[in-house]
């Protein structure tokens, strides 16, 4: 698997390497890959700073040092969300300097606590709009497994970063499946929690009405499962802590979806790939039970009606609220701006409403089956210029996102946990995702049945982790 975060984690814990040398490496890895576009802003003397006290609490205090999963492994944070104290985010926006920085979210401190050292922000899209990762203000980037193709978007910096081993793990957000996307394209895992499990506060507002989640794209399920363990819970509102679900893997009903209907068809190796890790878990014993695009076609529609509402209202109250000079942003910016403010009272109720009741229908599913196996991109990542934002068609640009990734937003307006991983590689040698969504809560049954299909070994990393020991 050619090293993860875990492994990296374990070579400083038991002294192969320093974290100080971890940071250089990093810091020389992203030097060399510059021109893949995947660091939007770095601070060396941050992280080394981070760096030299983790190594220092190791000599002084190494039982607080010991409890620290990932205690000197260096990472990047997203320019979008948090904030993290000393990282002047811009979310891929003129409108904002970089400059100052805010004090830790409740999330931002976790991520230290865990023993991360920090130094950098990851390239996303102006506001997080789109599912390529190509801002006006740069850097474009590019996916180390073929340059000429997104890294996906909205976190495609961070998963340009873990894919490239600049670092082994990564911070990102999910508001429309900007965390598996990139994670599909580069050829990571990466999972969008149950809603309310990871911490928003001190400020909420990040979270888009419920439908944003923040965690990390991962070399690895471990990774995942270590960085959910130690990230979520008492995340203290708006919504509720989700319990934890006491997972019976026994024989399991694995739902299996190889359809996205005629209007956002899916490739057929991409079906084909969903099917065969359904065969996989059958061999272990688990029932698997068809579903049809019937099943999903209504929640489908309702989730990208409701993902363009919601960013559209958020972030002309954001340009409201803030003062912003609307008119230094992209052309598509302002007009998802000016698509909020157009949007009446009533109908954003009804889209709210429909919401729920997508939510509803998902759970009426779930009373059959105990997962679901779905496609997670139509087809293999998009060339760079895909997903331009130099124009105001907001219809035409949700058309082509719903396109590449017919069943992203699914699991954001429905607050349900979807995971992504690859199973396999096309004939180009790009990663072959699988999704897979759980209950509510049920995230340690997403983990275990990702961890059974990664040990199928069915994919590679391309690029070692920066500093990791052979």
């Given at each position: 698997m050619r090293g993860d975060a875990t492994d990296l984690a374990a070579a400083i814990r038991y002294g192969r390497l320093s974290?100080?040398?971890?940071?250089q490496a990093s810091l020389a890895s992203a030097a060399r890959q510059e021109p893949l576009g995947a660091i939007a802003y770095l601070d060396a003397a941050m992280g080394f700073a981070s760096a030299n006290g983790r190594d220092s609490e190791r000599r002084s205090a190494p039982d607080r040092f010991a409890?620290?999963?990932?205690?000197?492994?260096?990472?990047?944070?997203?320019?979008?969300?948090?904030?993290?104290?000393?990282?002047?985010?811009?979310?891929?926006?003129?409108?904002?300097?970089?400059?100052?920085?805010?004090a830790d979210s409740d999330l931002a401190a976790r991520f230290r606590d865990a023993g991360?050292?920090?130094?950098?922000?990851?390239?996303?899209?102006?506001?997080?709009?789109?599912?390529?990762s190509e801002p006006a203000i740069g850097p474009v980037c590019r996916n180390p497994l073929d340059p000429a193709r997104t890294a996906g978007g909205s976190s495609g910096g961070a998963a340009a970063a873990v894919a490239a081993g600049i670092v082994a793990i990564a911070h990102a957000t999910d508001a429309g499946g900007s965390i598996r996307v990139p994670?599909?394209?580069?050829?990571?895992?990466?999972?969008?929690?149950?809603?309310?499990?990871?911490?928003?506060?001190?400020?909420?507002?990040?979270?888009l009405a419920g439908i944003a989640s923040e965690l990390a794209v991962c070399r690895s399920v471990r990774d995942t499962a270590l960085i959910f363990d130690r990230l979520s819970g008492k995340s203290r509102g708006p919504f509720p802590d989700p319990s934890r679900v006491d997972i019976d893997n026994g024989r399991l009903r694995i739902g299996l979806l190889v359809d996205t209907g005629s209007v956002y068809p899916t490739?057929?190796?991409?079906?084909?790939?969903?099917?065969?890790?359904?065969r996989a878990l059958e061999s272990d014993g688990h029932e698997v039970v068809p579903l049809a695009w019937a099943d999903f076609e209504w929640a489908v529609a309702s989730s990208g009606r409701a993902f363009a509402d919601i960013v559209s209202v958020n972030l002309a109250a954001l340009i409201k609220a803030a003062a912003l000079d609307e008119g230094r942003a992209e052309p598509l910016t302002?007009?998802?701006?000016?698509?909020?403010?157009?949007?009446?009272?009533?109908?954003?109720?009804?889209?709210?409403?429909?919401?729920?009741?997508v939510s509803h229908k998902l759970w009426a599913l779930f009373d059959r089956v105990d997962?679901?196996?779905?496609?997670?991109?139509?087809?293999?990542?998009?060339?760079?210029?895909?997903?331009?934002?130099?124009?105001?068609?907001?219809?035409?640009?949700?058309?082509?996102?719903?396109?590449?990734?017919?069943?992203?937003?699914?699991?954001?307006?429905?607050?349900?946990?979807?995971?992504?991983?690859?199973?396999?590689?096309?004939?180009?040698?790009?990663?072959?995702?699988?999704?897979?969504?759980?209950?509510?809560?049920?995230?340690?049954?997403?983990?275990?049945l990702a961890a059974r299909l990664e040990a199928d070994e069915r994919w590679q990393h391309r690029f070692p982790v920066a500093g990791l020991p052979s």
């Open positions: 974290a100080a040398e971890a940071m409890v620290r999963p990932f205690a000197g492994v260096p990472t990047l944070a997203k320019d979008l969300g948090g904030p993290f104290a000393g990282l002047p985010v811009t979310a891929g926006s003129g409108l904002f300097e970089r400059k100052g920085g805010e991360f050292c920090l130094f950098g922000l990851t390239t996303s899209p102006e506001f997080g709009l789109s599912l390529a994670a599909a394209c580069c050829g990571l895992v990466g999972m969008k929690p149950t809603r309310g499990a990871i911490p928003g506060g001190p400020s909420f507002g990040n979270h490739e057929g190796v991409r079906l084909a790939t969903v099917e065969a890790a359904a302002q007009a998802f701006a000016a698509r909020g403010r157009a949007l009446s009272v009533t109908s954003l109720w009804n889209t709210l409403n429909d919401a729920v009741l997962c679901i196996l779905m496609p997670m991109l139509s087809s293999a990542p998009l060339v760079i210029g895909s997903f331009p934002s130099d124009h105001a068609d907001t219809d035409l640009h949700l058309e082509r996102m719903m396109a590449f990734a017919p069943l992203a937003c699914l699991a954001n307006i429905s607050g349900f946990p979807a995971l992504t991983l690859p199973f396999g590689q096309d004939e180009h040698a790009m990663p072959l995702p699988v999704q897979i969504m759980a209950p509510m809560g049920h995230e340690p049954r997403l983990l275990s």
